[in-house]
């Protein structure tokens, strides 16, 4: 996906810093197509608009950031969340992955970091501010080990993965970035943004969050 191809939508419920944010984003190359100040202007703004990526705090009136997240990834699964926010704490970072969101940057970041965290998000990867990558590792496993409920055990036999796309999964769990698997498969960024897309398909998951899940889930991460 092109810079210039990348739609982006920018919510914050400070005017100057939206602002700031839209406008860095713009003389970058990015196509902001909106902005919004609270959670339900964000949900009826980014349903018109379509983004690729929304750029999204998680302190807003009106409707929470998680809820956003949660209405919109519901809405468009592929739609790219990337949390911008001035809390660290765990349970606040937590709780934007479990809602859907791809990746989770503090607002102390530069502005180059925060370009690069896009481009990156509108590329499937997931971007932690650095500290926090392990962390969400950790729930995923945590989640994992959960017992499914009853609806869920009786799910049909799994469908058959090519020996390419399980080996893209495992790398996947370990908490690997497209660019990472590329590199380590020999493959295209590209070709590895296919494998995945296919193994959702195949395995009726809605995003990176739920593969990552399903992997640890079938012990692929210690393989």
């Known amino acids: 996906?092109?810079?210039?191809?990348?739609?982006?939508?920018?919510?914050?419920?400070?005017?100057?810093?939206?602002?700031?944010?839209?406008?860095?984003?713009?003389?970058?190359?990015?196509?902001?197509?909106?902005?919004?100040?609270?959670?339900?202007?964000?949900?009826?703004?980014?349903?018109?608009?379509?983004?690729?990526?929304?750029?999204?705090?998680?302190?807003?009136?009106?409707?929470?950031?998680v809820q956003v997240c949660k209405e919109l990834v519901g809405a468009n699964p592929s739609l790219r969340v990337l949390v911008l926010s001035a809390s660290g704490e765990h349970a606040d970072v937590l709780e934007a992955v479990k809602s859907g969101a791809t990746g989770y940057l503090l607002k102390s970041a530069?502005?180059?970091?925060?370009?690069?965290?896009?481009?990156?998000?509108?590329?499937?990867?997931?971007?932690?501010?650095?500290?926090?990558?392990?962390?969400?590792?950790?729930?995923?496993?945590?989640?994992?080990?959960?017992?499914?409920?009853?609806?869920?055990?009786?799910?049909?036999?799994?469908?058959?993965?090519?020996?390419?796309?399980?080996?893209?999964?495992?790398?996947?769990?370990k908490g690997l970035s497209y660019k990472q698997i590329a590199e380590r498969l020999v493959i295209s960024h590209r070709t590895v943004q296919n494998h995945v897309q296919n193994t959702l398909g195949k395995l009726q998951l809605h995003n990176r969050v739920e593969l990552v899940r399903y992997a640890i889930e079938r012990g692929l991460d210690d393989a």
């Open 110 to 173: 530069s502005t180059d970091e925060l370009l690069d965290a896009v481009r990156r998000t509108a590329a499937g990867d997931p971007v932690f501010t650095p500290g926090l990558a392990g962390l969400v590792l950790g729930e995923y496993r945590r989640l994992a080990s959960e017992p499914l409920p009853a609806a869920d055990r009786d799910e049909p036999k799994a469908p058959q993965l090519t020996e390419r796309e399980t080996e893209v999964l495992r790398l996947v769990a």
């Open 1 to 65: 996906m092109s810079e210039q191809r990348i739609k982006v939508m920018v919510v914050d419920d400070h005017p100057m810093w939206r602002d700031a944010v839209a406008r860095d984003l713009a003389e970058a190359g990015f196509d902001v197509v909106a902005t919004a100040g609270d959670g339900e202007q964000a949900v009826r703004r980014a349903l018109a608009a379509g983004p690729d990526v929304l750029v999204l705090d998680l302190n807003l009136p009106a409707k929470p950031g």
